[in-house]
């Protein structure tokens, strides 16, 4: 689909949901539902929720907001081993259900059900971010031809490291595989 493709969708959602709000908090509709805002807000819920968290990640650690980087919850369920059919289906299962929570709770208000859906959309996160596996690093430390010491890490993500020894002449002093 590409960046182009999911940006108009992204688009197209948005204004539907906008106009979504606009009708059905309007008391003269045939069936008017109440927390119209939390209805709609519901729907485009986990992408929200994740565009907001890894922005906010990005720019509490000093980079660009737009700058990528695998933080997005895809990632990580695609790290825990599950394939893309697998992570769409629970993408889309917890979307629904997030609409389901909004309807069925219409009556506690808007703000209630947003400050609820964001609590559980915080510890879904929080339960798969501590969850997952942290990835290997091979942590090489060495000291320079000044005398001062470097290290450099490599990461192992997908991949098996080398079981075997490591040979980078006299100057190597610490190996560790984190």
Do not use: W
Request: hydrophobic content about 50%.
């Amino acid at each position: 689909m590409g960046d182009s493709g999911s940006l108009m969708i992204g688009l197209v959602n948005s204004i539907l949901v906008i106009k979504f709000i606009n009708v059905a908090s309007d008391a003269s509709v045939v069936v008017p539902i109440q927390s119209a805002a939390a209805v709609g807000i519901s729907i485009l819920i986990v992408p929200l929720f994740d565009t907001l968290r890894v922005f906010a990640i990005r720019i509490f650690n000093g980079r660009s907001p737009f700058t990528p980087d695998r933080n997005h919850i895809h990632h990580m369920l695609l790290s825990k081993g599950l394939g893309h059919a697998a992570v769409t289906l629970i993408c889309v299962s917890a979307n629904i259900t997030f609409v389901a929570l909004a309807y069925a709770g219409r009556s506690l208000g808007s703000t209630y059900l947003l400050l609820l859906m964001c609590a559980i959309g915080f510890a879904a996160i929080g339960l798969l971010y501590y969850s997952s596996q942290r990835r290997k690093q091979l942590v090489v430390t060495r000291r320079s031809m000044k005398g001062e010491l470097t290290g450099s890490k490599i990461d192992f993500q997908g991949c098996y490291p080398y079981a075997g020894s490591i040979h980078s002449g006299s100057q190597l002093r610490f190996i560790q595989l984190i």
